[in-house]
T-cell receptor, first 115, second 110 residues
Framework: DTGVSQDPRHKITKRGQNVTFRCDPI?????LYWYRQTLGQGPEFLTY????????KSRLLSDRFSAERPKGSFSTLEIQRTEQGDSAMYLC?????????????FGSGTQLSVL | EDQVTQSPEALRLQEGESSSLNCSYT??????LFWYRQDPGKGPEFLFT???AGEEKEKERLKATLTKKESFLHITAPKPEDSATYLC???????????FGSGTKLNVKP
């Protein structure tokens, strides 16, 4: 169990640029979640996958955000035409509910700063 | 709508001074209530899962309890290394996503 890995740890970009983050979940976990967290707030749900299928997406998520999980392994989160309001910590988590209970294992996050 | 409210927002304790953190929730059918610890610049780290009212879980100086409307995280004789933000989350039966509270930022002074 090597844990959930996220890359990069930090990203600074200019407004209007596109950014892409990567998440490698724990290998046997079939569920993968993306959350966003701003300072002083709890994680806010963005989307989740079961294997390669994206099963739910937050209504708060604009169409500038897209996520993929090809082959049910790693996942990418892309933000197009970034805005200053996108500045946040983007957290990835994975889980395996088939083991009788579900708990999320989080990565260390990608801290995005939009200038 | 499913909601999670945590109080207090921040808590300062002296080393050895026991206290409790509160997590109030409204959810249509609770599948599980989760407590996480988060250190600055890191992702949340799992502490406990509680599934039904009356359940209790313990780990070192931490004890989590659950009623039908709220959960408490009791911290007994805290140490400075217990300083962190403690997050509560709920998962409903009809949804797979987890709803998080805003957390309680705990500062334990030596």
């Amino acid at each position: 169990d090597t844990g959930v890995s996220q890359d990069p740890r930090h990203k600074i970009t200019k407004r209007g640029q596109n950014v892409t983050f990567r998440c490698d979940p724990i290998s046997e976990h079939n569920r993968l979640y993306w959350y966003r967290q701003t300072l002083g707030q709890g994680p806010e749900f963005l989307t989740y996958f079961q294997n390669e299928a994206q099963l739910e997406k937050s209504r708060l998520l604009s169409d500038r955000f897209s996520a993929e999980r090809p082959k049910g392994s790693f996942s990418t989160l892309e933000i197009q035409r970034t805005e200053q309001g996108d500045s946040a910590m983007y957290l990835c988590a994975s889980s395996s509910p088939g083991q009788g209970h579900e708990k999320l294992f989080f990565g260390s996050g990608t801290q995005l700063s939009v200038l | 709508e499913d909601q999670v409210t945590q109080s207090p927002e921040a808590l300062r304790l002296q080393e050895g001074e026991s206290s409790s953190l509160n997590c109030s929730y409204t959810v249509s059918g609770l599948r599980g209530l989760f407590w996480y610890r988060q250190d600055p610049g890191k992702g949340p780290e799992f502490l406990f899962t509680l599934y039904s009212a009356g359940e209790e879980k313990e780990k070192e100086r931490l004890k989590a309890t659950l009623t039908k409307k709220e959960s408490f995280l009791h911290i007994t004789a805290p140490k400075p290394e217990d300083s962190a933000t403690y997050l509560c989350a709920v998962q409903a039966y009809n949804f797979n996503k987890f709803y998080f509270g805003s957390g309680t930022k705990l500062n334990v002074k030596p």
